[in-house]
């Protein structure tokens, strides 16, 4: 069965300092995996996906198929990353999500 | 200009009535979905679509109907709503079936049944 964990619903930091906000994983076939972010009062959208390695608004993620992770990582949080977080996992015909982590950057 | 859209954005419901809740795509997508989200907990996969004719229950059971008798036209029915049907409801769109596409996600409808 595959399942997507975020062990943190909320996470604050300040304004400069670095950002981590943790996804673990769990399925059996090659995964696939996204973050997705909800910025106040605006829909649900794609950050980014690993297959793409890519950095988006200073924001990465590292597959780690070892320990079954997809952290997301910004070196400098700034306020206007305050928004909800969801790490997404493609597999078979669906997509599942995890439950979310409300970032908050505090000036 | 290409979007998804949902209808109502938000509904107050007694027990016992029929809603449906309209999702449209003007993307083109063939792959549609309807996800259920209660407050600070995962989205819950309930129904997708690989195109016309074609619907799928997700992961998630759910009382709810879905339809897909246009490429752009997703709606979700509930017969008989109850309390336990109050949720956010979001629907989303993917241009194929490839695992890498990403989702493009309706503003959703919050129900709320009284």
């Known amino acids: 069965a595959q399942r997507v964990t975020q062990p943190e619903k909320l996470l604050s930091v300040f304004k400069g300092a670095p950002v981590e906000l943790k996804c673990n994983y769990s399925y059996s076939g090659s995964p696939e995996l996204f973050w997705y972010v909800q910025y106040s009062r605006q829909r649900l959208q794609l950050l980014l996906r690993?297959?793409s390695r890519e950095s988006i608004k200073g924001f990465t993620a590292d597959l780690n198929k070892g320990e079954t992770s997809f952290h997301l990582k910004k070196p400098f949080a700034q306020e206007e990353d305050s928004a909800m977080y969801y790490c997404a996992l493609s597999g078979g015909n669906d997509m599942r999500f995890g439950a979310g982590t409300r970032l908050t950057v505090k000036p | 200009e290409a979007d998804i859209y949902q209808t109502p954005r938000y509904l107050v419901i007694g027990t016992g009535k029929k809603i449906t809740l309209e999702c449209s795509q003007t993307m083109g997508h063939d792959k549609m979905y309807w996800y259920q989200q209660d407050p600070g907990m995962e989205l819950h996969l309930i129904h997708y679509?690989?195109?016309?004719?074609?619907?799928e229950k997700g992961d998630l059971s759910s009382e709810s109907t879905v339809s897909r008798i246009r490429t752009e036209h997703f709606p979700l029915t509930l017969e008989s709503a109850r309390p336990s049907h109050t949720s956010q409801y979001l629907c989303a769109s993917s241009e194929a079936s490839g695992r890498w596409y990403e989702q493009y996600f309706g503003p959703g409808t919050r129900l709320t049944v009284t």
């Open positions: 679509s690989y195109g016309v004719n074609s619907t």
């Open positions: 690993h297959i």
